[in-house]
């Protein structure tokens, strides 16, 4: 009998735990796995402010695929994938000759969504990965290096915009208010000059979190020196800035560095592969297969599911992602042994922690409030636990948060 051929597309959280999981259900001569990723490194998604603001090494935020994967069942081809051809079963690469799949799992994770806002694609960064968070970190050292070189100083060249005061506009403001200082000692820089502003357009910060611990978050980012703009909306990024609307008042913010962390989507793939989805994200049925294709699974940020006590899809999140992974990697040894019952997939939420810094954070776990010293140790707590999930206690070891604070 032929075996299966399983292909994973994207080695992210989702994907890498549909592997993980899966090598270890299925003997050799049950399948053929092969998993295809842009680079032959994960990277923590969920630590990636930390090495856009340099409080964190980027090289702590990744490590090698080959560390977690059983190389006698799972065949790793580092490429980038272009298009699925749903029609013919087909995978297309960019330097590979195309795949062939019995059963799929796309886990191409998120991109950068910037709304069609003029600009923003050519002058703002964003936090998209790990090459996109290297490139942050140096820019925003060489504004530093090159205020000190220059006779006529130019003050903005020290501002840096956040766009969206979200979970990731608010980690990454936590991690700038600390590496701020270090970078003004570095460079000589009068910390007076530096300005680090967030725009938000909705009327608060973190949109539907606790008010209590957003009030608690303002004020330690306020402290620290960030300036809020709350209600306002980047409507253009410019070489020189920002422009922001605020009840029609149109104003230039003029900035060195300009962050859009306002918006994700799913992979770009995934439209352009023909599949029925909102902002790269595919409406899956309850088993995580994409409709009308029974051989395609779809998880993590590419794809959507609808939170039935709020009717409202359920935020792209790393947890719901490895969720969904585990429920991937049951669902097709199913189908590969042609045994059992499919399972359907329900998010076991366990919370929210956010942090601001390495020492403080606020959190919502098991429905409990937690802040300062108590959530920062819990953040570090959830981001081994995620190493751990993959790669077990080896990779904790060699990759994990054991300054708790
Ligand atoms: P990803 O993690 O995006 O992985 C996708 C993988 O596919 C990557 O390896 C990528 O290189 C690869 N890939 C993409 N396109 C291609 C292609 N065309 N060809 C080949 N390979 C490709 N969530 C939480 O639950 N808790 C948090 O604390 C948290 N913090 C976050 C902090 C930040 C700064 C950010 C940006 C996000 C955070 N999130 C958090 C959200 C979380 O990171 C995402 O929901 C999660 O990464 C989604 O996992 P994924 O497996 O779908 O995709
Ligand atoms: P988000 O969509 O959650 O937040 C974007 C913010 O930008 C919103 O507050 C929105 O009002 C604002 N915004 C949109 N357009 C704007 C504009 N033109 N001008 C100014 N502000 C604008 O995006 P995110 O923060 O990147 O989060 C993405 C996903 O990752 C979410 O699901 C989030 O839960 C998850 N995440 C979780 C954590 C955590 O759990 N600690 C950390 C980071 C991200």
Same mark, same amino acid.
């Given at each position: ?5 399983? #292909? ?32 032959? &490194?994960?990277?923590? %998604? ?16 990744? &490590?090698?695929?080959?560390? #977690?994967?059983?190389? %006698? =069942? ?43 806002? =003029? ?33 006529? =100083? ?71 020196? #960030? ?70 699974? #779809? ?74 010293? =108590?959530? %920062? ?10 190493? &751990? ?17």
């Amino acid at each position: 009998l032929k075996k299966p051929n399983v #292909v994973v597309l994207g080695a992210g959280y989702g994907g890498l735990m549909t592997v993980t999981r899966l090598q270890k259900m299925i003997g050799v001569n049950e399948a053929s796995i092969t998993l295809v990723n842009k680079h032959d &490194y994960h990277y923590e %998604s969920t630590w990636l402010h930390e090495a856009a603001a340099g409080t964190l090494h980027h090289e702590r935020v990744r &490590y090698a695929i080959a560390d #977690v994967i059983d190389q %006698s =069942k799972v065949k790793f081809i580092q490429d980038t994938v272009e298009k699925i051809n749903l029609e013919e079963k087909q995978v297309l690469l960019q330097n590979h000759e195309p795949l062939t799949y019995d059963y799929l799992v796309v886990a191409l994770g998120f991109e950068s969504e910037t709304f069609g806002i =003029k600009g923003l694609k050519e002058y703002a960064f964003s936090i998209a990965n790990v090459n996109a968070a290297r490139q942050i970190r140096e820019h925003i050292e060489y504004q530093f290096a090159t205020y000190s070189t220059e006779e006529e =100083k130019r003050d903005e060249r020290l501002t840096i915009v956040v766009g969206g005061a979200g979970f990731t506009g608010i980690e990454f403001l936590g991690e700038l208010v600390n590496r701020v200082p270090e970078l003004c000692r570095e460079y000589d820089v009068d910390p007076n000059k530096v300005r680090i502003i967030c725009v938000e357009a909705a009327p608060t910060v973190l949109p539907g979190f606790d008010p209590e611990l957003v009030e608690y978050a303002v004020n330690v980012l306020e402290k620290k020196g #960030v300036e809020f703009k709350i209600g306002t909306a980047i409507k253009e990024c410019t070489p020189e800035g920002i422009i922001v609307s605020k009840d029609d008042q149109v104003e230039e913010i003029k900035a060195g560095t300009v962050v859009w962390a306002a918006g994700v989507r799913g992979s770009r793939v995934i439209d352009e592969s023909g599949f029925e989805a909102m902002r790269g994200r595919v409406k899956v049925d309850p088993f995580l297969r994409a409709p009308g294709h029974e051989d395609v699974f #779809v998880v993590g940020d590419c794809a959507l599911i609808i939170n039935e006590e709020t009717n409202r899809p359920y935020p792209p999140t790393a947890q719901i992602a490895m969720q969904q992974g585990e429920v991937c990697a049951k669902n097709l040894a199913v189908l590969i042994r042609g045994q059992g019952e499919l399972q359907p997939f329900k998010p076991d939420l366990k919370g929210t922690v956010c942090s601001l810094g390495h020492d403080d954070a606020i959190g919502v776990v098991f429905g409990k409030k937690i802040w300062g010293a =108590k959530a %920062s140790v819990m953040k570090k707590v959830i981001d081994n636990r995620a190493l &751990y999930l993959i790669g077990g206690p080896t990779l904790v070891a060699k990759k994990g948060k054991f300054k708790l604070l």
